[in-house]
């Protein structure tokens, strides 16, 4: 019985302190595990011999605090939750700028022949998650919050007179120039309508202002809100600027 309690302590600090290997007869840690692992209730992470460690709230993520550091439960770092699209820019998960805007009556450009005119009642903001645009009943206009490659699509139902070759798009209001652009021949008839659509990628500069823009050859040119017909009717023209990168 002696020999058997003298055994018992001394193998009893080789358990204590050994290191657990399962489907490895070298373990690394004190808990090696060569395999999957199956958890079927909460991962409590820290805590010590009195104390529980923590599960956690729904939806945060397990983050390391380096060797030697319990990691901690925390929210998934750097995932916004303001309204758009969620991209990735710099290792960074950002919402991505967006302006989406339609025309909430038609509008008649006013400016002489081939002059820019700022496109005016351009005021039914869809989204606008960074505040940057501004739109009235004459003009309108905006700001990109970072430089980038943005993406432009754009939308118009125009009627003028036949013949003609309008122009819809960007124009950087800081360069005078044309940025994005559509023109076509206006072939329909004198007072009907066309639809003009540009889908492009561009870069732009925190430091412009920019404005979407129509220019034509004769100043009889109408930009259409609505589209009407005995079935029904919407709104038809749209422009938007989104951030891709």
Same mark, same amino acid.
């Given at each position: 019985?002696?020999?058997?309690? *003298?055994?018992?302590?001394?193998?009893?600090? $080789?358990?204590?302190?050994?290191?657990?290997?399962?489907?490895? #007869?070298?373990?690394?840690?004190?808990? =090696?595990?060569?395999?999957?692992?199956?958890?079927?209730?909460?991962?409590?992470?820290?805590?010590?011999?009195? @104390?529980?460690?923590?599960?956690?709230?729904?939806?945060? !993520?397990?983050?390391?605090? %380096?060797?030697?550091?319990?990691?901690?439960?925390?929210?998934?770092?750097?995932? #916004?939750?303001?309204?758009?699209?969620?991209?990735?820019?710099?290792?960074?998960?950002? !919402? +991505?700028?967006?302006? !989406? $805007?339609?025309?909430?009556? &038609?509008?008649?450009? *006013?400016? /002489?022949?081939?002059?820019?005119? #700022? *496109?005016?009642?351009?005021?039914?903001?869809?989204?606008?998650?960074?505040?940057?645009?501004?739109?009235?009943?004459?003009?309108?206009?905006?700001? !990109?919050?970072? &430089?980038?490659?943005?993406?432009? =699509?754009?939308?118009?139902?125009?009627?003028? &007179?036949?013949?003609?070759?309008?122009?819809?798009?960007?124009?950087? &209001?800081?360069?005078?120039?044309?940025?994005?652009?559509?023109?076509?021949?206006?072939?329909? /008839?004198? %007072?009907?309508?066309?639809?003009? @659509?540009?889908?492009?990628? *561009?870069?732009?500069? +925190?430091?412009?202002?920019?404005?979407?823009?129509?220019?034509? @050859?004769?100043? @009889?040119?109408?930009?259409?809100?609505?589209?009407?017909?005995?079935?029904?009717?919407?709104?038809?023209?749209?422009?938007?600027?989104?951030?891709?990168?």
């Amino acid at each position: 019985m002696k020999k058997n309690l *003298i055994l018992g302590v001394l193998v009893l600090p $080789v358990f204590a302190y050994s290191q657990v290997g399962i489907s490895t #007869p070298t373990p690394q840690k004190n808990l =090696h595990v060569n395999g999957s692992l199956q958890i079927t209730n909460e991962l409590n992470i820290g805590g010590d011999a009195k @104390t529980s460690g923590s599960a956690g709230i729904a939806g945060q !993520v397990l983050k390391s605090n %380096g060797p030697g550091v319990a990691p901690t439960w925390g929210n998934l770092a750097g995932v #916004p939750n303001a309204t758009g699209t969620v991209i990735v820019v710099n290792g960074q998960f950002i !919402v +991505a700028q967006e302006i !989406v $805007v339609q025309l909430t009556a &038609d509008y008649s450009k *006013i400016s /002489p022949i081939n002059t820019t005119d #700022p *496109i005016g009642n351009l005021t039914n903001e869809i989204i606008d998650n960074e505040n940057r645009y501004s739109g009235t009943g004459t003009a309108n206009s905006f700001t !990109v919050s970072a &430089d980038g490659v943005y993406q432009v =699509h754009i939308n118009a139902q125009i009627s003028t &007179d036949n013949g003609t070759s309008p122009v819809i798009g960007i124009w950087n &209001d800081t360069t005078s120039k044309w940025v994005a652009r559509v023109n076509d021949y206006f072939t329909a /008839p004198t %007072g009907s309508l066309q639809t003009y @659509t540009l889908l492009t990628s *561009i870069p732009m500069a +925190a430091s412009n202002t920019y404005s979407f823009r129509i220019a034509n @050859t004769v100043n @009889t040119t109408v930009v259409k809100y609505i589209s009407t017909g005995s079935t029904g009717s919407g709104p038809i023209t749209q422009m938007s600027v989104k951030r891709l990168k």
